[in-house]
């Protein structure tokens, strides 16, 4: 293989890995990224997530969040589980989790500076 084509190669994959590094977490994941909706609009997000220990077993089905923008730069969200627990003696039980409640302000705008930041306080009611 010549090296002009090794180097192509490895920049092709370079480039399809950056590309979806970029695409970042969102919405239900741990990170986030620094934009906010639009003005009037909804964005709804549903996953399932699940959490496995020796005792017992919990799924939420679905986790939703949901995230309304306010204004051009301030986005309110809420973030609610509906919770299913299987128990080690097959016990089981079902009930909604703990809202997490949040505002997020975009106080850089990447249209302006080239980057956006956002701050992103939260809290469990």
């Not at 002009?4 to 190669?9: P, V």
């Not at 969102?26 to 997530?49: A, C, F, K, Q, Y």
Request: contains cysteine; charged residues 20%; aromatic residues 12%.
């Amino acid at each position: 293989m010549s090296q002009l084509r090794k180097i192509s190669l490895a920049l092709i994959y370079i480039l399809q890995f950056s590309k979806i590094q970029a695409q970042g977490g969102g919405p239900p994941m741990l990170t986030d990224d620094p934009g906010t909706r639009d003005v009037g609009h909804w964005e709804i997000n549903t996953s399932v997530n699940s959490q496995l220990t020796k005792n017992s077993s919990k799924v939420a089905i679905p986790y939703v969040d949901a995230n309304y923008g306010a204004t051009s730069r301030v986005q309110l969200k809420i973030e609610a589980p509906f919770l299913i627990t299987f128990g080690s003696q097959q016990h089981s039980f079902s009930k909604f989790g703990d809202p997490l409640l949040g505002v997020k302000y975009r106080f850089m705008d990447e249209d302006k500076h080239f980057i956006s930041v956002s701050v992103y306080p939260q809290f469990f009611c």
